[in-house]
C-alpha cells in the first residue's frame, strides 16, 4: 500500500528566511504524480506544486520549488523569501498513475514570525 | 474563489441523525471526489465520481452515500450519525481523471454533538 509521511509536525521561521518541509513516500509504481497542497487558517486546499514522477527537472513555481529524488523516495518542498502569508499546514499527497485517490501525509504546519 | 462550490459551510446536528452535503464542480470539471478531513489530521479519501458514474472508493464507511446527477453537481448523505464523524469534508474537482492538480471547495464542516 501506498504510504505518504511528512516527519515534521511542526516549523517555525523568521519571514524572509527560506524553509524546507519533508516529504517521502512509499509506492512500488513507477509512474505517479506528487502535491503539495497549502491550507491557511481559512481552511481552503491550495494546489502549491505538482510534479510528475517521469520528469527528471523539478518543478518550481516562484518563491516554491522542488527537490524530486526518486530513487529515495523523497519530495521536499522549498520556500524561498517566506512570507507571513505562507502561514499554513502543508500537505505533501500521492497519486498513482492508474488511480485518482489522492493519498496524504499528516501534514507539517509551517508558522512564519514577522 | 476556486470555482468548487460546498454547501453549507457549517453543520451542526445530533447524534442517529441522516445530513447531505451538497458539492458543485467548477465548470467543465467532471469528476469529482469527496474526501474527510478529521481534527489535525490529513485527509481520507472517500470516493470518487465521474461523469455520474462511481469510479473509486475509499475507506468510505457503508452509512455513507454519494451520487453525481446530470448537471455533474454531487452530493454526499451521511446517516445515523457518530460523534466520530465530526469532520470537515471537502470536494474536489478535476477535468479528467486528475491529471492535473485537483480544485478543492472550502469544505463542510460536520460537527455531530
Known amino acids: 500500500a501506498q504510504t505518504v509521511t511528512q516527519s515534521q509536525p511542526e516549523m517555525s521561521v523568521q519571514e524572509a528566511e527560506t524553509v524546507t518541509l519533508s516529504c517521502t513516500y512509499d509506492t512500488s509504481e513507477s509512474n505517479y504524480y506528487l502535491f503539495w497542497y497549502k491550507q491557511p487558517p481559512s481552511r481552503q486546499m491550495i494546489l502549491v506544486i505538482r510534479?510528475?514522477?517521469?520528469k527528471q527537472q523539478n518543478a518550481t513555481e516562484n518563491r516554491f520549488s522542488v527537490n524530486f529524488q526518486k530513487a529515495a523516495k523523497s519530495f521536499s518542498l522549498k520556500i524561498s523569501d517566506s512570507q507571513l502569508g505562507d502561514t499554513a499546514m502543508y500537505f505533501c499527497a500521492f497519486r498513482m498513475d492508474s488511480n485518482y485517490q489522492l493519498i496524504w501525509g499528516a501534514g507539517t504546519k509551517l508558522i512564519i514570525k514577522p | 474563489d476556486s470555482g468548487v462550490t460546498q454547501t453549507p459551510k457549517h453543520l451542526i446536528t445530533a447524534t442517529g441523525q441522516r445530513v447531505t452535503l451538497r458539492c458543485s464542480p467548477r465548470s467543465g470539471d467532471l469528476s469529482v471526489y469527496w474526501y474527510q478531513q478529521s481534527l489535525d489530521q490529513g485527509l481520507q479519501f472517500l470516493i470518487q465520481y465521474y461523469n455520474g458514474e462511481e469510479r473509486a472508493k475509499g475507506n468510505i464507511l457503508e452509512r455513507f452515500s454519494a451520487q453525481q446527477f446530470p448537471d455533474l453537481h454531487s452530493e454526499l448523505n451521511l446517516s445515523s450519525l457518530e460523534l466520530g464523524d465530526s469532520a470537515l469534508y471537502f470536494c474536489?474537482?478535476?477535468?479528467?481523471?486528475?491529471?492535473?492538480?485537483?480544485?478543492f471547495g472550502s469544505g463542510t464542516r460536520l460537527t455531530v454533538v
Open positions: 474536489a474537482s478535476s477535468v479528467v481523471q486528475g491529471n492535473g492538480g485537483y480544485t
Open positions: 510534479q510528475e514522477a517521469y
